[in-house]
């Protein structure tokens, strides 16, 4: 008998908002809920994405971690402001940074770098940062102005793992 596939992880980068931020999202996703129909994210949830790699062995975490821990420590605190709600139909709303601070794309732009060059995947599509806030949404968010924003002094490795209910989320560091 031989051994099977290498156990797989789904993992990505995210800042999670401070308290007050959480709060303020949650009260955004209820309102949007109201207009649009569809399912809310759970507060506890509500992240900001940074890199997602996906499916990545496990064996190759702890090198993920790293990586991760290498360009935080060169990034500064920058501040996250979020200013538009919006989504196009297909079910999702959202919250967005139409000017995200230089240091969030440098902090982006480093971490692909840096698991490009361990050879680890990424998603490399055009980076938007934003928040999720609905879900299963039946009618398209008409975009509306937002005023959203937190300092971020910390960075994430987050496994998300499918759950009855949707996604799991756990911080590994």
Known sequence: MHPGPPARRRLFFALWPVPAARQALARLAADTVARCGGRSVPTRDLHVTVVFLGAVDAALVPCVAQAGVAVAREAGPFRLDLDRVGGPGGGLAWVEATRPDPALLALQAALLAALGA??????????RPHVTLARHCRAPVAPERAGIAWPVRTLALVESARAASGAAYTTLG
Do not use: E, I, Q, V
Request: charged residues 30%.
């Open 118 to 127: 361990s050879g680890l995947p990424a998603d490399r599509r055009a980076y």
